[in-house]
């Protein structure tokens, strides 16, 4: 698998840290597509404030976790931009799909 980048960011948008991964391991996998489905619920304006509050501490679980817990939640919360993180999760979802393809 390509690897994948997540860069955190102080209050004026430099960079601070670079974290990566070259693998996703097969129950990060499933919590992908599980998340990917309320993804699309969230996008489509179909969750309400507790269901759309639960999608991002599932995503954010998803980060520390496919990052192999190399920054903790507070840091994730303090150094990860949104855009960064929806940005991330989208390579993570492309990258699980790339994976099933290869698999044919």
Do not use: H, W
């Not at 496919?66 to 303090?78: N, P, S, V, W």
């Amino acid at each position: 698998m390509k690897p994948v980048v997540l860069t955190f960011t102080d209050a004026q948008g430099n960079k601070t840290k670079t974290y990566s991964t070259c693998s996703i391991k097969t129950g990060i996998m499933d919590r992908i597509f599980d998340i990917a489905e309320k993804a699309e619920e969230y996008e489509s304006g179909k969750l309400g404030v507790a269901e759309s509050r639960g999608f991002f501490r599932d995503l954010k679980a998803i980060m520390v976790d496919a990052f192999g817990r190399q920054f903790t939640y507070d840091e994730l919360d303090e150094g990860l931009d949104f855009d960064e993180m929806i940005r991330v999760f989208t390579e993570m979802c492309s990258a699980a799909v790339g994976n099933l393809g290869k698999n044919r």
